[in-house]
């Protein structure tokens, strides 16, 4: 079976992000890639122990849980490597088109973010139709668009800011997160 490695982000400093806050989300993150790993690991065995259907259907209903929790931190910590730049190009272009301009766009991520509840603000793109959609996902796994590409992915889960900020100030660590995103990372996605 081949497993899945944490792997490595080359995080810059970020101002209104600490570097205890940046450390506790990035074990937590290490701790997403180690169950995916898991649950594989113990469906393998427990069918070969002749354990009740049920309880590997449990696991196979909870690895989504586990691998979207990896695979979205690795979206999220890769858009804060090198340091902040500046949209542009084809991604500036499609998201300044969809939502009136770039500002409108930043705004909008803001609107979703005010949903209630954790989760993720997930800017997609559907890639058989051509348009970009900003949803919330609920937990890690709950509420994707199928087949849609992940362009950018913020953590809104009280763990990603709560060393810095209280629950009240979730919108200033938005603007902190949206002040510093490489949206060239973004871009590239696109
Ligand atoms: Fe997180």
Redesign the pocket.
């Given at each position: 079976m081949k497993l899945y490695e944490a792997k490595q982000f080359n995080l810059p400093t970020i101002e209104g992000l600490s570097e205890k806050q940046i450390e506790v989300?990035l074990k937590?993150?290490e701790g997403y890639v180690k169950h995916t790993n898991l649950i594989r690991e113990q469906i393998k065995e427990l069918k070969e122990k002749g354990a009740p259907q049920y309880v590997i259907d449990e696991l196979r209903r909870r690895y989504a849980f586990e691998f979207d929790?990896m695979r979205?931190?690795e979206y999220?910590f890769e858009q804060f490597e090198e340091g902040a730049k500046e949209a542009t190009g084809d991604f500036k272009d499609a998201v300044s088109e969809k939502y009136g301009s770039f500002e409108d766009f930043i705004s909008h991520i803001k609107e979703v973010a005010g949903s209630r509840g954790i989760g993720w603000i997930v800017v997609s793109h559907d890639d058989k139709e051509g348009q970009i959609h900003t949803t919330f996902a609920a937990d890690h796994e709950l509420g994707h668009l199928a087949g849609t590409k992940v362009l950018c992915a913020i953590?809104m889960?009280e763990?990603?800011f709560m060393v810095d900020y209280v629950p009240a100030e979730k919108g200033n660590y938005l603007e902190t997160v949206l002040q510093n995103i490489n949206w060239e990372v973004v871009g590239n996605r696109y």
């Open positions: 989300h937590l993150y929790g979205m931190h999220y953590d889960w763990h990603a």
